[in-house]
């Protein structure tokens, strides 16, 4: 047993293509942020940004006109205005930016820069708060005074630490992406074990399954070290953004940890079944690994990872996406937790990305357990 | 002897393919039997048939006297394999993969050291232990891949065509070493489609095509099962056609082929066959290049009852 074990973990780690995937793409990609960040910081923060509101008379909506507000001489400089003059002065320049107060508020912007983008994550930020608020007034109407309050307190933490020259909301929502693809790149080693088990995947699984070996704790032993090893390259990659990188996620260690552990049992369940699935005759360990790549992609691109809109976008349109993107669970719920101060957010996520890697691991264990085949 | 392997009637489909078409096999103890047949013939499906890696449509499987299920873990204790397939780990050394596969089987640390180091050396990979497959030649990945499966010594070896893409020279230490594996003991079950091979090691030969087995017996018994006794090939010969008939008339002659100015006569079994016919062309004035007679080959085997030959 102990063997088995000891060459499960060799394999793995000694797996170049794997551990670039589960731990030096996401170091190479904090490490190119941070880089921006300083430059960011360095060069354009503290300006206050002048920008127009334009309020709309049918959909008025006061919370966010409220919040503009309550911005005014700290990041921006807010005048209220019709649209035509708006647009007037943000093609002279003399506006960075026009926030549309409808019902679901927007922003235009003429170019692309550091303040627009920094006006672009104000809107979102107010999104994500506001589908907080408007779920809580919904569920529990009682709470909705505390949420406020904490909402208020998150705020000024924020700003103190960007006071001291620390990070901001949205840049630690992306290292929150960040972490959610670093977990779920776990799927590149939990594709490369399902693929040993199936004697119909590989010759090596084949030559695996003569052997007088019982499959469940062979499925057991191989989901495991898949785990144990993406969490270690989990914590190598929180310690390197902490320690040499220096920048700090929030005191809610324990929570950050918990979320990050759960998300790569998720990440290698998801590999692990797509791994185990027989999609067509002849589909190569590659082939699959190209496809373990792209839906990670396509669950942190829909997560916000490329462009902070995109989660909005979806939290707007496509609500129940962000339910079950296991890339937007767990930025999520470190969101909930670090900036929102939001516990039953934080487990609510936890709690779905539990029932996934349940359910995962289910038909997984379902099918591998499987020890005859039709095809080899 | 009993039989180590009995194969009944065994029906395998792939949708419409009949891979194994009621092949039956019986497996003595102390054999290398080789399964002889082209590509595509159904070794490989009746190898994984056996293992319990595929379903089966129909038949019934032995191994050592019990029925071959997938959690036959005693009859799978005694069982060492040689996938077609090179299948050994990237990452890992040439003496880890082996150490791995050895210690599906053996438990036991001390005695599993022991195992590898002969296995090590039964394939001559002294040298090489400490490398990675990526690093190692054709031949020596072969040697890698049969060390792998061998080195727990198992009582029953399958060997699928373990010499494919294979120097020479390493072919050559394969064969010998699976002649070695099985004075030391073991019963070996190798598949080729290489007749030279399987006529140079194997004790007993079942003849597989389109997943039947046509013909079963040692080389010699195969060969007496067909007319064919002798070969005999003129080159560059004039013939008119009534000499062509009148070699056919030749006594034991039951087959003659007249192309391109090449003759091939074939003989029934008995002495001396060459010489009525060499008389008979020496009394006709008629000349030829050459002439060589040769014995019959598993080829001529495979040709007569199948109508084909065994490599196209
Ligand atoms: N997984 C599969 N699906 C469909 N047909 C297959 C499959 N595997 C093998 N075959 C077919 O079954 C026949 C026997 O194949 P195989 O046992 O590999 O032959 P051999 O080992 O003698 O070369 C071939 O015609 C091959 O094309
Ligand atoms: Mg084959």
């Given at each position: 047993?102990?063997?088995?074990?000891?060459?499960?973990?060799?394999e793995?780690?000694r797996?170049?293509?794997?551990?670039?995937w589960?731990?030096?793409?996401?170091i190479?990609?904090?490490?190119?942020?941070?880089?921006?960040?300083t430059?960011?910081?360095?060069a354009e923060?503290f300006?206050?940004?002048?920008?127009?509101l334009?309020?709309?008379?049918?959909?008025?909506?006061?919370?966010?006109?409220?919040?503009?507000h309550s911005?005014d001489?700290?990041?921006?400089?807010?005048d209220?205005m019709?649209?035509?003059?708006?647009l007037?002065?943000?093609?002279?320049?003399?506006?960075?930016g026009?926030?549309?107060?409808?019902?679901?508020?927007?922003?235009?912007?003429?170019?692309?820069?550091v303040?627009?983008?920094i006006?672009?994550?104000?809107l979102?930020?107010?999104?994500?708060?506001?589908a907080?608020?408007?779920?809580v007034?919904?569920?529990h109407?009682?709470?909705?005074?505390?949420?406020?309050?904490?909402?208020?307190?998150?705020?000024s933490?924020?700003?103190?630490?960007?006071?001291?020259?620390?990070?901001?909301?949205?840049?630690l929502?992306?290292?929150?992406?960040?972490?959610?693809m670093?977990?779920?790149?776990?799927?590149f080693?939990?594709?490369?074990k399902?693929m040993l088990?199936?004697?119909?995947?590989?010759s090596?699984?084949?030559?695996?399954c003569?052997?007088?070996m019982?499959?469940?704790?062979?499925?057991?032993?191989?989901?495991?070290?898949?785990i144990?090893v993406?969490?270690?390259?989990?914590?190598?990659?929180l310690?390197?953004?902490?320690?040499i990188?220096?920048?700090?996620?929030?005191?809610?260690?324990i929570?950050?940890?918990l979320t990050?552990?759960i998300?790569?049992?998720?990440?290698v369940?998801?590999?692990?079944?797509?791994?185990?699935?027989?999609?067509?005759?002849?589909?190569?360990?590659n082939?699959?690994t190209?496809?373990?790549a792209g839906?990670?992609?396509?669950?942190?691109?829909?997560?916000?990872?490329?462009?902070f809109?995109?989660?909005?976008?979806?939290?707007q349109?496509?609500?129940?996406?962000?339910?079950?993107n296991p890339?937007?669970?767990?930025?999520?719920?470190?969101?909930?937790?670090?900036i929102?101060n939001?516990?039953?957010?934080?487990y609510?996520?936890?709690?779905i990305?539990?029932?996934?890697?349940?359910l995962f691991?289910?038909?997984?264990i379902?099918?591998?357990r499987r020890?005859k085949?039709?095809?080899i | 002897?009993?039989?180590?392997?009995?194969?009944e009637?065994?029906?395998?489909r792939?949708?419409?393919l009949?891979?194994?078409?009621?092949l039956t096999?019986?497996i003595?103890?102390g054999?290398?039997?080789?399964?002889?047949?082209?590509?595509g013939?159904?070794?490989?499906?009746?190898?994984?048939?056996?293992?319990?890696?595929?379903?089966?449509?129909?038949?019934?499987?032995?191994v050592?006297?019990?029925?071959?299920?997938p959690?036959?873990?005693?009859?799978k204790?005694?069982i060492?394999?040689v996938?077609?397939?090179?299948?050994?780990?990237?990452?890992?050394?040439?003496y880890?993969?082996?150490?791995?596969f050895?210690?599906?089987?053996?438990?036991?640390?001390?005695?599993?050291?022991?195992?590898v180091?002969?296995?090590i050396?039964?394939?001559e990979?002294?040298k090489?232990?400490?490398?990675?497959?990526?690093k190692?030649?054709?031949?020596?990945?072969?040697?890698?891949?049969?060390?792998c499966?061998?080195a727990?010594?198992?009582?029953?070896?399958?060997?699928?065509?373990?010499?494919?893409?294979?120097?020479p020279?390493?072919?050559?230490?394969?064969?010998e070493?699976?002649?070695?594996?099985?004075k030391?003991g073991?019963?070996?079950v190798?598949?080729?489609?290489?007749?030279?091979?399987?006529?140079?090691?194997?004790?007993?030969?079942?003849?597989?095509?389109h997943?039947?087995?046509?013909?079963?017996g040692t080389?010699?018994?195969?060969?007496?099962m067909?007319?064919?006794g002798?070969t005999?090939?003129f080159?560059n010969?004039m013939?008119?056609?009534?000499q062509?008939?009148?070699?056919?008339?030749?006594?034991?002659?039951?087959?003659?082929?007249?192309?391109?100015?090449?003759?091939q006569i074939?003989?029934?079994?008995?002495?001396?066959?060459l010489?009525?016919?060499?008389?008979?062309?020496?009394?006709?004035?008629i000349?030829?290049?050459?002439v060589?007679?040769k014995?019959?080959?598993?080829?001529?085997?495979?040709?007569?009852?199948?109508g084909k030959?065994?490599?196209?």
């Amino acid at each position: 047993m102990l063997h088995l074990i000891k060459y499960q973990f060799m394999e793995l780690i000694r797996g170049k293509e794997v551990m670039f995937w589960a731990l030096f793409f996401p170091i190479i990609l904090a490490t190119l942020f941070s880089l921006t960040l300083t430059n960011m910081s360095d060069a354009e923060s503290f300006k206050v940004i002048d920008v127009a509101l334009v309020e709309s008379e049918q959909h008025s909506n006061s919370s966010f006109s409220e919040f503009i507000h309550s911005l005014d001489g700290k990041y921006v400089t807010v005048d209220l205005m019709s649209e035509e003059k708006s647009l007037v002065l943000l093609e002279e320049g003399k506006v960075k930016g026009v926030f549309y107060d409808t019902q679901v508020p927007s922003l235009s912007i003429q170019t692309n820069g550091v303040e627009q983008s920094i006006l672009s994550s104000l809107l979102y930020s107010y999104i994500t708060n506001e589908a907080m608020i408007l779920q809580v007034m919904n569920e529990h109407p009682q709470q909705l005074q505390s949420l406020l309050e904490s909402l208020q307190q998150s705020d000024s933490t924020i700003r103190e630490v960007n006071m001291n020259n620390e990070l901001a909301d949205t840049s630690l929502s992306y290292f929150f992406s960040l972490i959610a693809m670093a977990s779920l790149y776990g799927g590149f080693l939990g594709l490369q074990k399902a693929m040993l088990i199936q004697a119909n995947l590989s010759s090596l699984a084949a030559r695996i399954c003569v052997a007088p070996m019982r499959r469940f704790p062979l499925v057991i032993i191989s989901i495991s070290s898949a785990i144990t090893v993406q969490c270690t390259s989990l914590l190598l990659l929180l310690g390197y953004i902490h320690f040499i990188l220096g920048i700090s996620l929030g005191s809610n260690w324990i929570h950050i940890l918990l979320t990050s552990f759960i998300g790569c049992i998720l990440g290698v369940c998801i590999g692990y079944l797509i791994g185990a699935l027989r999609i067509t005759r002849n589909m190569t360990h590659n082939t699959k690994t190209n496809l373990v790549a792209g839906c990670t992609m396509l669950m942190c691109f829909f997560s916000g990872l490329m462009s902070f809109e995109m989660r909005y976008l979806i939290q707007q349109q496509i609500p129940l996406l962000n339910r079950i993107n296991p890339a937007a669970l767990i930025a999520d719920s470190l969101e909930s937790i670090v900036i929102f101060n939001n516990e039953q957010m934080y487990y609510e996520n936890l709690v779905i990305m539990i029932g996934m890697s349940i359910l995962f691991i289910s038909i997984s264990i379902l099918i591998t357990r499987r020890q005859k085949y039709d095809n080899i | 002897m009993s039989n180590i392997i009995e194969v009944e009637n065994l029906v395998k489909r792939y949708k419409e393919l009949i891979a194994l078409d009621h092949l039956t096999l019986r497996i003595k103890e102390g054999e290398i039997y080789g399964l002889l047949g082209p590509n595509g013939s159904g070794k490989t499906t009746a190898i994984n048939c056996i293992l319990s890696l595929l379903k089966y449509d129909k038949g019934i499987i032995k191994v050592f006297n019990q029925e071959m299920t997938p959690t036959s873990y005693k009859s799978k204790e005694n069982i060492g394999v040689v996938m077609q397939n090179v299948a050994v780990f990237e990452e890992l050394s040439v003496y880890e993969n082996i150490d791995y596969f050895c210690g599906l089987y053996i438990k036991d640390k001390v005695r599993r050291k022991q195992l590898v180091k002969e296995a090590i050396a039964f394939v001559e990979l002294e040298k090489f232990q400490k490398m990675r497959p990526k690093k190692l030649s054709g031949g020596l990945l072969r040697r890698l891949n049969i060390a792998c499966g061998i080195a727990h010594k198992p009582k029953l070896i399958f060997l699928d065509e373990p010499t494919v893409a294979v120097d020479p020279q390493s072919r050559n230490k394969i064969l010998e070493g699976i002649q070695a594996l099985n004075k030391e003991g073991a019963t070996i079950v190798y598949t080729s489609h290489y007749m030279e091979e399987v006529e140079q090691i194997c004790t007993k030969i079942s003849i597989i095509d389109h997943g039947k087995n046509i013909a079963t017996g040692t080389s010699e018994e195969l060969k007496q099962m067909i007319k064919t006794g002798e070969t005999i090939t003129f080159s560059n010969i004039m013939l008119k056609p009534f000499q062509l008939d009148e070699i056919k008339n030749i006594a034991r002659v039951f087959h003659v082929q007249y192309e391109d100015g090449n003759l091939q006569i074939k003989c029934r079994r008995g002495n001396h066959n060459l010489i009525p016919i060499l008389d008979y062309m020496k009394q006709n004035n008629i000349v030829f290049s050459q002439v060589s007679s040769k014995l019959p080959t598993l080829n001529d085997v495979f040709l007569e009852i199948t109508g084909k030959e065994l490599r196209d």
